[in-house]
């Protein structure tokens, strides 16, 4: 049984690498700065970083997810209920990833820890109580935050956005031929001149922008964002080898859910990158950059204080700021999908979970 676990833990680690590790580079390739085998390259390095790290901050998400406090007594280490809440889990995940959908990893173990547990001991005896602050209230009220931060914010980068189309040029006159020496050698010197001024109006042999700059902390940026991802979800992912009691130290458990996490992000995060990057609204630098900042400074401080925000929410929640900013250019109806999807994530989640722990205990 700690076996399968383990297994299935796994696979649920590669699920959420599937389903998140584009989400903090999902700006890049929006705003044509890399493509997609650049951008989740760096993305999965600074995640699989992150989670790495995670073990020396996230130990109040790994009580929060093991089951304690949410199922009832000491059951909770019950070999059987976490197999099903893995399983639950990971086939919710999987499938959003499949098809497209950004959805959250801390709903779907929510809903699977929900769903099991009440197979297991009965609705009424579940200390639902907790939910709402611990819980649902993070991943309610995080994106709209985002959103909001961003539509906030933005308008003080404009006076940025008008620099990054100024530029220093060095460019190229017609050549001047010149006779000089005894043999009457010509040679050919191409005089340069130094222009500052909008990018359009010159053809520059060198030239440093603003938007250089902006670029760079664009991708600092990015990073920053799956950095935060990380840290923030594998403490969740590995609370279920925790509360099994596999005998796995936490940087074991942490190591193995890292490298999961970064494997499943290399295979399969093609779909997830698509909708983000191309399906909700265009973008520049700018915008990138702002929606990413936001984003990982909200998930940075939620790990540090142990607050379950989802990484998804956040990061759409930004890219949702950004569409209303963007006024007739973007695809609401794609955003109401990935609203619907984080509706039925939980209770999709849950029902598994039940079904899930009634077949676990049929079969072992």
Known sequence: MTSALCVTVLILAFANGANDNAKGVATLRGSGLAGYTTTILWGTI????????????GVKLISLFNGHGLLPGDTAGQPNLLLAVALAAAATVLLA???????????????GLIGSGAAAFGIGELHLSGLGTGIILPLLFSPLLSMGLTLLLFPLLLPIRR???????????????????????REVFQPVDLVIGATSDCQPISRFSRLTLLNLIHWFSAGIMSFSRGLNDTPKITALLIGIGSGLPAEEAVFGV???????????????????????????PVQGASANLITSILVSVASRHGMPVSTTHV????????????????????????????????????????????LVKILL
Request: glycine share 12%; net charge positive; proline share 3%.
């Open 97 to 111: 990833s499949r098809i497209g959908a950004p959805i959250s990893t801390t709903h779907a173990l929510t809903g």
């Open 315 to 358: 990061a759409c929640g930004s890219l949702f700021g950004i569409g209303g900013l963007n006024k007739g250019k973007t695809d609401w109806q794609q955003v109401l999908q990935i609203i619907m999807a984080w509706g039925i994530t939980l209770p999709a989640a849950a029902m598994l979970g039940g079904l899930f722990y009634l």
């Open 258 to 284: 890292a490298f999961a996490m970064a494997l499943g992000g290399l295979v399969g995060a093609q779909r997830i990158s698509r909708t983000l990057s191309e399906k909700i609204t265009p973008m520049d």
């Open 163 to 185: 620099l990054v189309d100024t530029c220093v040029c060095l460019v190229q006159r017609e050549p001047n031929l010149i006779s000089f020496g005894v043999l009457s050698k």
């Open 46 to 57: 600074c995640t699989l970083f992150g989670a790495l790290l995670s073990v020396r901050f």
